[in-house]
């Protein structure tokens, strides 16, 4: 069984990490990054950074002598499903799985994610990093807190049940303050390789965001360049019904689909990136406005057109063909 790290009280670790144990989470925002620096510093394992659409690949690279695995903010409600379950019954041979999320199943795929071996956390109403820290929180210090309500904040659920009674019994501009540095920070250096496996390992030891070197100057930077980005999206967004799109090369396509609502006065926004050749990494944003939950709508669109995607009520993401990005774009825009 792998071996938790202990803490004392100034929130130094003491005690072994377990080198058989490994964290695979979401890489692209604050929720991801601190859930899974919250496993990490729970399980003393290996953080193993992936996107929803290399999650299949980054599980083969688990090796069989692993006896502890936790996956946190990865959403498997996708077209490659019944890839995450082949992956999820090789590995419950010989490890202990605990799958922890906020992205939305339907009852028929937890159960038989549960059949294959594994421990389901799942809650729509809290974010991956507040389970996180609820599922591991015997074991971690005080600060975690904060790494918990960063995610809430930034995934729009600190006004969840667990996240608001965290929220009242700390400084709520504080919290609010540490989260928009590190959200901001990743938004200018998220795609640098190492930059994100750094800040979990930061964020593991229990340093505060304004804490990590390069964080609150990265923030910074990304704020001058988001006002000149409000400007942009103005110029080369387009309108198509109630929907706003727009391809960027930007690595926070979230932050320009929220944009592209604001700019076109629109209840959903959706920002498209060339991540590889031929295939597109989108971002989908709404507004309370929105009459369609985003991740189930864009997951059967997506899945139709040969690709794969899902996620939340009001943010979502998808991966699909360049070519099928016409088609994806008006069938979105006939069900909003």
């Known amino acids: 069984m792998a071996v938790a790290h202990r803490f004392v009280k100034n929130g130094q ?125 015997q074991i971690l210090p005080e600060r975690a807190r904060l790494i918990a309500l960063c995610g809430a904040v930034t995934d729009y659920m600190d006004d969840s049940p667990m996240a608001r009674r965290l929220m009242e019994q700390g400084d709520r501009h504080f919290i609010l303050l540490e989260a928009t540095l590190l959200s901001e920070a990743l938004g200018l250096r998220g795609g640098e390789d190492g930059f994100p496996e750094m800040v979990v390992g930061e964020l593991s030891k229990m340093r505060h965001p304004h804490e990590i070197k390069g964080v609150p100057e990265a923030a910074i930077e990304q704020l001058r360049r988001e006002a000149h980005l409000g400007e942009l999206v103005k110029e080369k967004g387009t309108k198509l019904g109630h929907i706003a799109y727009m391809v960027t090369d930007e690595y926070s396509t979230g932050v320009v689909a929220k944009l592209l609502i604001g700019a076109f006065e629109v209840p959903v926004g959706v920002a498209m990136k060339e991540k590889q050749r031929g295939w597109y990494e989108v971002s989908l944003r709404s507004t309370s406005e929105g009459r369609i939950h985003l991740g189930t709508t864009i997951g059967r669109i997506s899945a139709r057109l040969g690709g794969s995607g899902g996620g939340h009520r009001k943010a979502a993401g998808c991966r699909i063909p360049v070519s099928e990005a016409g088609e994806m774009l008006k069938a979105l825009a006939a069900k909003v």
């Open 13 to 137: 670790l003491r005690g072994m990490a377990h080198l058989k144990a490994y964290c695979v989470s979401h890489k692209k925002d604050v929720d991801g990054l601190g859930s899974g620096a919250l496993a990490v510093a729970a399980t003393g394992g290996k953080i193993m950074l992936s996107d929803y659409d290399d999650l299949i690949e980054n599980l083969k690279l688990i090796p069989d002598d692993a006896d502890r695995v936790v996956l946190t903010d990865l959403g498997a409600d996708s077209a490659d499903f019944p890839l995450y379950l082949e992956q999820m019954k090789r590995i419950a041979r010989h490890a202990q799985i605990t799958h922890i999320d906020h992205h939305y199943m339907t009852e028929e795929r937890k159960r038989l994610a549960r059949k294959a071996g594994v421990h389901l956390v799942h809650d729509v109403t809290e974010c991956a990093s507040m389970l996180t820290y609820k599922t591991f929180r």
